[in-house]
């Protein structure tokens, strides 16, 4: 059964267990997507029960315009988006009144070669956690899922160029933050 007579089927007939069958086709995907948005493993997991609790509220939402995993992806991107920018929000709060820097005794010891090799990497998951969420998303979309232009632009409902200056744009602010770290 494809995923769209499958929700068709669920809207329909009520059966709430085969809502599990969807669950067991995406959770996996859902969760990754959440795990570039969260801050902790846990947070992906609630987040991934959030998006399937509230998908399951709106199924009768889905007017099979496009392909059930595209409207899904949309649907979890909006959820992790809108929570990203409440993360977001909390911490330019936090950030505003602990603006003066606090000297660490710990920042005098030596790096170790560990450290160093994993500098860039977790520079750039500093600067991935203050870039803003719709900037987050389109170089997630397209650098860690490998999606194209195109299919960014369907996931989205854009226009291709509007997913290439979104993207142009998203690529400058991501190193002018890695650059003032």
């Known amino acids: 059964m494809t995923d769209e007579e499958l929700v068709q089927f669920i ?17 996996q995907k859902v969760y990754t997507k959440c795990l570039g948005f969260a801050e902790s493993r846990d947070v992906a ?44 929000r909390r911490r330019r709060n936090e950030e505003s009144i602990n603006e003066e820097f606090v000297y660490d005794e710990a920042m005098e010891e030596e790096i170790s070669d560990e450290e160093i090799f994993s500098l860039a990497v977790g520079k750039l998951q500093q600067s991935l956690q203050k870039i803003d969420p719709e900037d987050k998303i389109i170089l997630l979309m397209k650098y860690q899922d490998d999606k194209s232009i195109k299919e960014i632009a369907l996931m989205l409902e854009l226009g291709e160029s509007a997913v290439k200056m979104r993207l142009h744009r998203a690529k400058r602010k991501i190193v002018e933050i890695y650059n003032s770290l």
Do not use: M, P
């Open 11 to 27: 809207v329909h007939s009520g059966n709430t267990s085969l809502f599990g069958i969807l669950y067991d086709r995406y959770g």
């Open 45 to 88: 997991e609630d987040l991934t029960q959030d998006i399937f609790v509230k998908l399951y509220l709106n199924l009768k939402n889905f007017r099979g315009e496009s392909k059930f995993s595209t409207w899904l992806y949309s649907f979890a991107y909006n959820h992790c988006v809108n929570y990203s920018k409440t993360v977001l």
